[in-house]
Each structure stands twice: as structure tokens, then as C-alpha cells.
């Protein structure tokens, strides 16, 4: 069977990529000229550069690779830059997504499609209703989460009007390693790692330490995902998540303690958001009971992170 990977040289769809080939599946990837480099688990003949922003491109790929299924992750997919490139995320995101099914419906309906979908979606949910279960109210405070609202509703939209079978994961942050310094963690490991080979001063600059986020492990995600796929209900919202939130002054700790470095921290009021989530932990009743396991505890990531960050710097 065959696999198209849209975004396959982000942190995710190389994830995905490369669990679906664990699993003998053939795949291809699609990816922006501009992309990472990221592409060891696709074989050089089957990755497709082009732009989810063009639609004739896009259609033409889906026409030539002929998949059984289709991963869409292309996104701008940070929270944090979506309030400075807003235009940049709709377009990407919304659009950009809108394409893709115009395309799958067209040249692809019996494939299955697994859209990214994001617990960004959620906005702020009160402490008393946590764990948040998917039938909630979305109410997200970002671009990049309201984008994510519009993804979704496309997938649901062309799921519930065409009966196409379309699979709606929503992911909460997922970690792993060969990540961009964009997030609260890759800057926190990158960081310490400088500290530690003597690259920069003692010093971390920080946002809001205080809020708290259910992280899983990419592997971890990838797995449910694959899951979903296999067991799932097309059009069902479902959580990827571990069911357990960590603040970002735990991750700061955890990550010092392993790195066997102290500094300075500092808050740095260009990090800080114009609204944030306190807290934002997932129910995973879901996709447990179609069998997911966590593999990976936080722990366990964060040295991978880190280990990955002396060897990158």
C-alpha cells in the first residue's frame, strides 16, 4: 500500500513517515523546495517537491502516486509565529488545506486522508472541566488555533458531504528530536546545551513558566495515529495525547537536572503572548481504547531533545 506524506520534512510527517515504512508501507513525500532536509525515511525517487498553495500542483502529485492513504501535516505550525504572521498562517493552513481536498476528492476518494488537526483548538478550558474531552467547545485564543478550527471543519465538511474517509487526530504538543528552536522546549534544550559547551552565558530567557501543556512523544503519536487509521471512526475528533500536563517550569527543571547545568533565568517580555492557556490536558479514553500505549515518559524525550541539541550547535 502506499503512503503520501504532505510535510514530510517536518518533525511529524518524517515521524510518520518513517513508522509507515516500519510498517511496509511505500512512501512518498511531498514537500516545499525551501524544506528542512529531513528525508531519510523517504527514498530520494519518492519525494515530490512542490507547494500546498498550488493546487494544480498538488493535484497532479496525488494523480501520480495513486496512495491508498494520505497524511496532510504541511502547516505553520507554531503558535508563538502566528502572531506575527497571521496572513502567513491562514494561507498556509486554511487554504492550503482547502487544496489538498480538492484534490483527494478529485483524483483520490477511496484513499483515506489523516488531517492534522491541533489541541490549540481548544482555547482556554476551565481547570474543573480538564480532561478535556473532544466534544468541547473550541474556542482557541491563537491564529495558529483558529486556522486549526478551519482545518478541521474543512475535513468535517468533506467527510459528512462527500462520505469521503476522513480522519481527524487532534494532536497536543508533540516532541521529539531534529526540531527547530520554535518551541518552549527545543530552546530550553538548545540553550542549556550552548551553556554546557561554553557557547553562551548562564543565562535563559523565558515566557510564562507557569502554564502547562500534555506533551507526547512523536513516536508515541504517530503510533496512535496509525491506530486511528487502522481502527478509528472517519470524521471523529480524537485526542493524541498522554493524558498528563507538565508546566514549563517542571520541563525547565527536568531539562537543567539532565543536563547538569544551572543558569540564570530571566523572563523576557518579547516571549510572552498576548493570551495563553493555563493548562491544556487531553482525554485519550479514545484512542486508548483502540489499543495506544504510552511508550515514552517525558523524561525520556527530553534527554533524546537534549542529546540532539550538543550534537546539532
Not at 519518492?46 to 491508498?68: G, H, S, Y
Not at 497536543?172 to 561554553?198: S, Y
Not at 500536563?245 to 523576557?268: F, H, T
Request: net charge positive; with cysteine.
Amino acid at each position: 500500500m502506499k503512503i503520501l506524506v504532505i510535510g514530510s520534512t517536518g518533525m511529524i510527517g518524517t515521524a510518520f513517515a518513517a513508522e509507515s515504512r516500519a510498517r511496509g508501507f511505500e512512501v512518498f513525500g511531498l514537500a516545499r523546495e525551501s524544506a528542512a532536509a529531513r528525508r531519510a525515511a523517504i527514498r530520494d525517487e519518492n519525494l515530490i517537491f512542490c507547494d500546498i498553495l498550488d493546487p494544480d500542483a498538488i493535484a497532479e502529485t496525488i494523480t501520480k502516486v495513486k496512495p491508498d492513504i494520505i497524511a496532510h501535516f504541511a502547516a505553520q505550525a507554531f503558535n508563538g509565529i502566528s502572531w506575527k504572521m497571521e496572513t502567513l498562517t491562514h494561507e498556509t493552513n486554511y487554504l492550503g488545506t482547502l487544496n489538498v481536498l480538492r484534490a483527494y476528492r478529485a483524483r483520490a476518494p477511496r484513499a483515506k486522508l489523516l488531517l492534522a488537526c491541533s489541541s490549540a483548538e481548544y482555547g482556554i478550558v476551565p481547570k474543573d472541566e480538564q480532561p478535556i474531552k473532544e466534544l468541547r467547545l473550541l474556542r482557541p485564543l491563537t491564529p495558529y488555533g483558529v486556522s486549526k478550527v478551519g482545518v478541521e471543519a474543512l475535513g468535517y465538511q468533506y467527510f459528512i458531504n462527500y462520505k469521503l474517509p476522513i480522519f481527524l487526530p487532534r494532536l497536543f504538543i508533540h516532541v521529539g528530536t531534529g526540531h527547530p528552536p520554535v518551541t518552549m522546549i527545543q530552546n530550553f534544550a538548545r540553550e542549556l546545551a550552548l551553556i554546557k559547551k561554553d557557547r553562551q552565558k548562564p543565562v535563559i530567557r523565558v515566557g510564562r513558566l507557569d502554564t502547562a501543556r500534555d506533551f507526547i512523544d512523536v513516536r508515541d503519536g504517530v503510533c496512535a495515529m496509525h491506530l486511528l487509521l487502522e481502527k478509528g471512526k472517519a470524521g471523529e475528533p480524537v485526542n493524541v495525547c498522554t493524558g498528563s500536563a507538565y508546566s514549563g517550569k517542571q520541563v525547565l527543571n527536568m531539562l537543567m537536572k539532565i543536563s547538569g547545568v544551572r543558569a540564570k533565568i530571566m523572563e523576557d517580555k518579547e516571549l510572552l503572548r498576548p493570551s495563553d492557556e493555563m493548562l491544556l490536558l487531553g482525554d485519550n479514553t479514545i484512542i486508548k481504547k483502540l489499543g495506544w500505549k504510552q511508550e515514552y515518559s517525558l523524561e525520556e524525550t527530553l534527554r533524546e531533545v537534549y542529546a540532539d541539541w550538543l550534537n546539532r550547535i
